[in-house]
């Protein structure tokens, strides 16, 4: 049992099976999937944009390509185009991934090596909600692995690095900006998990200023850059925008889709501007909650991100659901893990079915499909409040006979 | 007093409306009808009715804030003339068709544009005041209120700038501003009398008289194929040329099998009993069968060139013209492919999700010789082409070599269509395989029309082949292909109220779950034990 979840041996086996399988013709099946990859994550669309970039089109006029300069930039000069090389590429991608959730664990514990390694990288790399949409070669992928290592890098201090991933994931997704508070609180203080002690922030408040400062500098110079690359400013409303403004209304397993695609005209700017807003609203309390320990802050946004964000894929709760992972210390805690579980199982499998009715079939309509993305939004949800509670509860402890513990 | 003083202001009123000078020129209007028989036993007949306007120009659009010069025509109709001046239109061409014109059976058209349903297209000076869109709104319109369709819905999510393929047919004016197109297509209008009803207002002998009293709602609509046509130009020397044109394809073995025998008795119910006073010519022209016994009544006026040609100044009214063939027609005789026309185009969408498609293209060129054309796309946003996919296959064999030139200007959701030109070259007595990848939209709810069910109709596709004609028309005609039906994933349009209810509700109780832990503390407490 040892031997099996010793990091050394499960991590290569791991890797190698996913390049296995990513080798395979699966990602012709998958990418076009559309719970696997949103319109602003799709590998069709960047390919079509990569297509139009080279033959000299810009791709930003139109409406279909909606990803980041950046993105053109790396596939036109350094990276290559072809699926399997792409198949590659996005599998080391989530090995990174892997490796960084690792490496942010053994941060969190302060030793070089624990046996949980394993079982931790096991709970990423096998992750099917990670992994299929790797093998649709979704870019939420490369989010995934650039929040783990912004995090990563803020745990071990080390601000440059953290803070150019966390500008890089800006790029890439403007949602990710929640994750910012966080990380800087994380630089300024330390990644050990103080859940069971909370205490005031210890860290030094006065570093927090300059990193803002660093990030901004670090955000103009990539918008700078991408502006460059794509030859004007078009590309903001195009990417950011689209996460704003919701254009494409293609169905995805988030909650937005179907409610601005049934949102009547005149009131669709109002409640774009309360959904958008909604996301920010969970970043002061959470961050003032959790102010003892700032990586759970930021897992707690991450599941926020997960459930509500703009145009999620599976991959967004994926990486909430494999980070729990590296907080084992709430597991007496939770209060319906068995639920969560269930729920999410029930819409990992309906979400599939009903699609497939719906727009292939042509025996379900609209509104299956959308039920059952209720029911995941549900299971994101009920694994969000349930980490909150446990990360809450476990600073009381367990209860005395004749006590019991309820909130005020 | 008062009684001397009313006539006498009439009086003063009625002199400058009698003084105006009359300088605008002088107009003649002319008016043809030709008859052919088609290769599969069917006939084609093709009214033309012109009213050219000597001396005139189209407006310049610099001018369009100043008053314009009052308008008084005596035969070109005023309807149209005020809607041209006032968007200040160079060249329009306006036509609605229902059905399919069959080129592999029937050959080129006589009238180039028969695409489906309704299309428009202007030709307008940019950079004035007014912009081109704007008058373009205020053009289709006017037209829409003229002509009694749908029209209005040509909108921005269906005009494309195909300057192309749509070329102007007079010259350009000398005016200080380029001109710019405006082209739009609506493959889901119903062509029907209420049309015709406002197309035969516009002629100065409305169908009392002259050919058009042949122009019978009842039989023209019961074609197998008919449209019509609104095509305004200006001709350099000569002035602005109105031209309105009515295509129909009868089918006399509809009645019997074996006789393609017709009259205007029986293919229009109708014969010509009195003559237009205001033409300046009137005139049947019969295309006269190559190897075949027949015979025509009356006597034609004149026979040049294999056509006989009927002057109704010189015929005796009522004019019925006939045709009698001497032997039935074989059907087994009929080409599938009439030599006239060697390309052939087929288009279809291919894929049943309502997600992802395959637009499919087959063109065929039946000649001996190369031909390159000029493939024209146009398409409302809610199919967006993924240009990565698009593969050429001439027999089985990858040829990417044949296109060229692409010109592709992408679709912006809920705001523009989609261009998309090439070049492609044809070879000899081979089928080229064009295939794209298309991705189907997501509409909101209020974007779906009534019947969202039916599916969205798209716009054909034009095939222009090139440096195949002599002289003006340098490049062949325009081959239209079929227009296609899309089905699009439609959301459930009974319950927006639930679903804002529902996802409301969920992102409430999500929120407010969160901030009751966030806000509230935990305390120990001490249970009382009953």
Known sequence: MKLLLDVGLVFPVLVAGRLLLALTNLSGVLKHNHQLSSPLTSYLNLQEGIYLFKNGIDPYSGGVFRQSPLFLALFTTVLPTSRTACSIIWTLCDAIGAWALVQLWRARQRVAQTSRDGLIAAAYLLNPYLFLSTLALSTSSFENTLALLSLLFAARGLASPSLLAAALLLQLSLSSVLLLAPSILLLASSPVSQLASPRPFVGNGKKILPLLAEFLVYTTVLTLASTLVSSGWAWIPQTWGASLTLPDLTPNVGVWWYFFTEMFDHFRPFFLMVFSIHLVIYVAPVCIKFQYDPLYAAFVLLGVLGTFKPYPTMADPGLFLSMIAIFPEIYPYLRYPIVTTLLHLHAALLMPLFHHLWLNQGTGNANFFYASTLVFACANGAALTDCVWAGLRIAIGEPQDGYVVVQE | ?530
Not at chain 2, 5 to 23: A, D, E, G, H, N
Not at chain 2, 86 to 100: F, I, Q, R, S
Not at chain 2, 303 to 330: K, R, Y
Not at chain 2, 493 to 504: D, L, W
Request: glycine residues 6%; contains cysteine.
């Open chain 2, 1 to 530: 007093m008062p009684i001397h003083w009313k006539p006498r202001f009439l009086w003063t009123l009625l002199v400058p409306i009698l003084s105006i000078p009359r300088s605008l020129a002088s107009e003649t209007f002319e008016e043809e009808l030709t008859i052919r028989a088609l290769p599969d036993g069917k006939v084609a007949s093709r009214f033309s009715f012109s009213t050219l306007l000597e001396g005139a120009t189209p407006r310049n659009p610099q001018n369009l804030s100043a008053e314009d010069t009052s308008q008084h025509y005596t035969l070109f109709p005023l309807a149209l003339g005020q809607i041209l001046r006032e968007y200040a239109v160079a060249e329009m061409h306006l036509t609605l068709n229902a059905g399919k014109w069959d080129y592999e059976r029937w050959g080129y058209p006589d009238e180039t544009d028969v695409g489906s349903g309704a299309e428009l297209w202007a030709w307008m000076g940019d950079g004035a005041g007014a912009t081109v869109d704007e008058r373009w709104r205020g053009l289709r319109n006017a037209l829409a209120g003229l002509f009694c369709a749908s029209l209005g819905s040509l909108d921005e999510l269906r005009t494309t700038s195909p300057a192309f393929s749509f070329a102007p047919h007079g010259g350009v004016p000398d005016a200080p501003l380029p001109l710019a197109i405006r082209h739009a297509s609506m493959p889901s209008e119903h062509v029907c009398t209420e049309n015709l009803t406002s197309f035969l207002k516009l002629l100065p002998c409305k169908s009392l008289s002259g050919i058009a009293s042949l122009l019978n709602p009842h039989r023209l609509f019961d074609a197998d194929w008919h449209g019509m046509g609104l095509h305004v130009a200006w001709l350099p020397d000569e002035g602005v040329q109105v031209r309105l044109t009515f295509q129909s394809v009868a089918d006399p073995l509809r009645a019997s099998l074996s006789k393609r025998d017709w009259s205007f008795a029986s293919m229009f119910d109708r014969t010509i009993d009195r003559t237009c006073p205001s033409t300046a010519s009137s005139r049947v022209i019969v295309a006269l069968p190559l190897n075949e016994a027949y015979s025509i009544h009356p006597q034609p006026s004149s026979v040049e060139q294999g056509h006989a040609i009927f002057d109704l100044e010189g015929q005796n009214p009522p004019l019925d013209v006939s045709m009698q063939w001497a032997v039935d027609f074989d059907h087994a005789a009929v080409r599938p492919r009439s030599a006239e026309a060697p390309l052939s185009v087929r288009r279809t969408l291919q894929g049943s999700s309502q997600d992802l498609g395959r637009l499919s293209v087959f063109i065929t060129n039946d000649g001996t010789a190369d031909i390159q054309a000029a493939y024209l796309e146009t398409m409302p946003w809610i199919v967006q082409f993924y240009l990565h996919t698009m593969t050429l296959r001439v027999d089985g064999v990858t040829r990417d070599d044949l296109i060229q030139n692409i010109s592709y200007i992408p679709p912006i959701p809920h705001a523009r269509a989609m261009t998309f030109q090439a070049v492609l070259a044809l070879p000899a007595r081979s089928t080229v395989h064009l295939s794209i990848d298309v991705r189907k939209a997501f509409l909101r709810y209020t974007e779906h029309p009534p019947d969202a069910q039916r599916g969205w109709d798209l716009p054909p596709a034009v095939l222009v082949p090139l440096g195949i004609g002599s002289g003006v028309e340098r490049h062949g005609r325009r081959i239209y292909t079929p227009t296609l039906l899309v089905d699009l994933a439609t959301p459930d349009f009974s319950m927006p109220y639930n679903v804002i209810i529902f996802s409301c509700t969920l992102v409430a109780y999500i929120f407010a779950s969160v901030f009751n832990l966030l806000t509230r503390r935990f305390v120990v407490l001490h249970a009382e034990l009953n």
